[in-house]
């Protein structure tokens, strides 16, 4: 068989390619999170509070598409360094409401800077890696769907 036939050639699979992405990526982030005391799935969440604060952490587990267990020690990093607040909700004391602190809100400034210099230090067009996003959008939902 050639290697252009070969279904389990290392280079054709679609997970391997995925991994690697996102190693990459990911590491192109973090020296710029390093400076505002963030990791990437810490950041994650921030982005998700800026957007929409508060929010319970079983709104944030949905969105951030983490399991609660996972979920749980990002927010106790980030409310020991002062960026968000756990709280029990005062309708509902089942439910734990993650609310940003005023450092937290400030740090948005600061996170701003980082979309651009992401783009920059990859070196690939806005529109194309929107068009990327599109494309993951849409391989996320389907194995999200094969899951069920």
């Not at 590491?27 to 005391?37: A, D, I, Q």
Request: with cysteine; net charge neutral; proline share 5%.
């Amino acid at each position: 068989m050639s290697d252009t036939t070969d279904l389990l050639d290392l280079e054709r699979q679609v997970c391997f390619a995925l991994a690697v992405a996102s190693r990459s990526v990911i590491g192109v982030y973090r020296p710029l999170l390093e400076p505002l005391g963030l990791t990437h799935p810490q950041y994650l969440v921030m982005l998700a509070l800026w957007k929409q604060a508060p929010l319970s952490v079983k709104e944030l587990s949905k969105l951030l598409q983490l399991d609660p267990g996972t979920l749980s020690p990002l927010l106790k990093r980030l409310e020991a360094i002062g960026y968000i607040r756990r709280q029990r909700d005062s309708r509902d004391e089942r439910v734990l409401a993650v609310t940003l602190t005023s450092a937290g809100r400030e740090l948005r400034s600061e996170a701003e800077r980082i979309p651009p210099s992401v783009v920059e230090r990859l070196g690939i067009e806005l529109e194309e890696l929107q068009e990327l996003h599109r494309s993951l959008t849409r391989v996320i939902a389907a194995a999200n769907g094969a899951h069920r």
